[in-house]
């Protein structure tokens, strides 16, 4: 079969791989019909993760039809469209009991801070993923939901992580009616988390990025403020500006590790990789909230440790919550958004590739080119 | 808490202030317990190990389901194995890590070779997509690589040069 195949930094293909096997009685295997490429994926090819093998499949974002199934499985019939969420996830363990589903613990023995999650590093556990024609999808009663009937496949693809991250965002965000919600970045988690802050009932909503296409997309597709950070001195000093001298009611950080707008941030974390990536957009997220304020992180970040102004939110007492997205426990309440209209997710995809394109698709989307937001792959068996 | 478990009945005040609904992290966490039952929820079945697994020594055992792809192989394999000494806190575990991932490269780029494939690095890297969304910056990577190449030749052949005389 057809697959991504990861090379090195900067460089992927496609490439021949044997058809991936049935290694437990949870599995299934999904015949893949869309697949993305993600803001997360960008950190892997950057070479940004330890662990990450060349060889490897990525791809965490897909969907498919379910072609074989494991012994045990009793939810999945084969033919049935799925949706995958990003994490591997058992349903048993402790944390998936208590709905975290991206901190599942019985499905990543590489490492305990990060749950599985399909082509995402051997730190991830090790999956090959979804940017192909086939892919291992284990624990296949937990995680995978059938797609409704009237759901367009390209909507049901962002439900596999982009709109249930943007939602987490949000709901981790704690807003409280009437509050001004700052959302770094422009990419699809980012432009997601501002149209759901809406939902959360925030008074304001301001996301700043410094690619002006994907800002002007923002402030049409979530109704919303969007201002470049290049044309500021200073983006914190902004946005105490416009909120009165006060400061954000929450901020979010919809970037991660790759984030410009400091030289020394960006030399530090992703050239000499001395921290986990750069973390410029969380910097001036701490620093641009309200005392007593909550800055909630989506945006990814390496394993070792990042520079922030740790100092500043122990005296603004500022609440940080983070995490991986939980698909599985978002998805009900995010299809009901969108049969009701209150999302329209496939607005956001501007590129699909063939997969057989695969390494233009990265290089498009790493690189901004073309004025992309986001690629989706097809493989070639689903073109037929 | 209307009575204080025997364990802590000396602890005079023991949970007078707890307050179940203060419960920060809901809803991305609906607390039930099982926290403290620790690591002995009832397991799925175990996947057979077929490959070479690299387990973090901040855990147990394998995980009951866990990804085959890419086992270690090679110097970056070796060098992956010793990582996994130290734990997920210590450089001494994501520092090889990244050196293994670098030596991975050329490792693959002379697989490649091996097997009769020379690997097409401008198209691996998506150069087709700058020449149709990107050409100025395209054209001043390849002014890079013509400077550096010149520069280089320069440079050896004066060496060379010195050497002869
Ligand atoms: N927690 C999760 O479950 C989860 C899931 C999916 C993605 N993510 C992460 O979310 C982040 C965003 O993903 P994406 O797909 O939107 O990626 P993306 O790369 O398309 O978007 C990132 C955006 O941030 C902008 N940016 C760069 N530096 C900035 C700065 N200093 N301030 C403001 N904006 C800045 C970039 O111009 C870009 O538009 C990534 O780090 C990704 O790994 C997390
Ligand atoms: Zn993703
Ligand atoms: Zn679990």
């Known amino acids: ?384 | 808490m209307e009575q204080i478990p025997n364990e802590y009945s000396h602890i005079n005040g023991w949970g007078i202030d707890a307050d179940p609904k203060n419960e920060p992290t809901y809803p991305m966490k609906n607390y039930t317990g099982d926290d403290h039952q620790r690591i002995n929820w009832e397991r799925p079945p175990l996947q057979n190990v077929t490959v070479e697994i690299l387990k973090s020594n901040e855990r147990p055992n394998l995980t009951a389901v866990f990804g085959t792809s890419s086992p270690p192989s090679g110097l970056s394999g070796a060098i992956r194995r010793y990582a996994f000494k130290s734990s997920e806190s210590e450089y001494g575990h994501w520092l090889p890590l990244l050196l293994a991932d670098r030596i991975n490269v050329v490792e693959g780029i002379i697989d490649d070779l091996r097997q009769g494939h020379i690997p097409n690095i401008f198209a691996e890297k998506g150069w087709k997509a700058d020449w149709k969304y990107n050409r100025i910056g395209l054209a001043k990577n390849v002014l890079i690589g013509v400077a550096v190449t010149t520069a280089l030749i320069v440079l050896v052949n004066r060496k060379k040069r010195k050497s002869a005389l």
Request: glycine content about 10%.
């Open chain 1, 1 to 384: 079969m057809l697959a991504m195949n990861y090379r090195g930094p900067f460089r992927v293909r496609a490439a021949h791989k044997p058809y991936p096997e049935i290694l437990h009685p949870g599995d299934a295997i999904v015949r893949v019909t869309r697949s993305c490429i993600c803001g997360s994926d960008l950190h892997l090819y950057h070479g940004l993760v330890p662990d990450t093998r060349v060889g490897m499949t990525f791809g965490h974002e897909f969907i498919g039809v379910v072609e074989e199934i494991g012994s045990s499985v009793q939810k999945l019939a084969v033919g049935d469209n799925v949706i995958v969420p990003f994490n591997v996830a058992c349903g048993t363990c402790a944390f998936c009991k208590q709905g975290l589903f991206g901190n599942c613990h019985e499905s990543n023995p590489q490492a305990t801070a990060v749950g599985g999650i399909f082509g995402y590093s051997h730190t991830a556990g090790g999956y090959d993923g979804g940017q192909a024609e086939f892919v291992r999808v284990p624990y296949a009663d937990v995680g995978p939901t059938i797609i409704p009937e009237w759901m367009d496949h390209d909507d049901a693809v962002l439900l596999t992580d982009v709109v249930p991250t943007g939602y987490q965002a949000a709901e981790m965000g704690g807003i409280k009616t009437g509050d001004t919600v700052v959302v770094f970045g422009a990419g699809p988690v980012g432009i997601m988390a501002a149209k759901c802050a809406w939902l959360f009932g925030a008074g304001r909503v301001i996301v700043i990025d410094h690619l002006e296409y994907r800002l002007d997309f923002v402030r049409n597709y979530a109704q919303c403020e969007a201002y470049n950070f290049r044309s500021m001195e200073d983006p914190v000093l902004f946005i105490k500006k416009t909120t009165d001298w006060f400061g954000a009611d929450v901020c979010i950080d919809a970037v991660g590790g790759d984030a410009s707008g400091s030289p020394l941030q960006t030399i530090t974390g992703k050239k000499l990789l001395l921290q986990a990536g750069s973390a410029t957009a969380l910097h001036w997220a701490i620093n641009s909230v309200k005392k007593g304020g909550i800055v909630s992180i989506v945006g990814v970040y390496g394993p070792t440790d990042n520079l922030v102004p740790i100092g500043n939110v122990v005296n603004k007492g500022i609440t940080i919550r983070a995490n991986q997205a939980s698909v599985k426990r978002l998805l009900p309440r995010l299809i009901d958004h969108i049969q009701a209209g209150r999302l329209d997710p496939k607005a956001i995809i501007t590129h699909r590739v063939p997969l057989e394109e695969v390494a233009d698709a990265y290089h498009i989307f790493s690189a901004k080119l073309d004025n992309c937001i986001k690629p989706i792959l097809i493989p070639p068996s689903a073109r037929k």
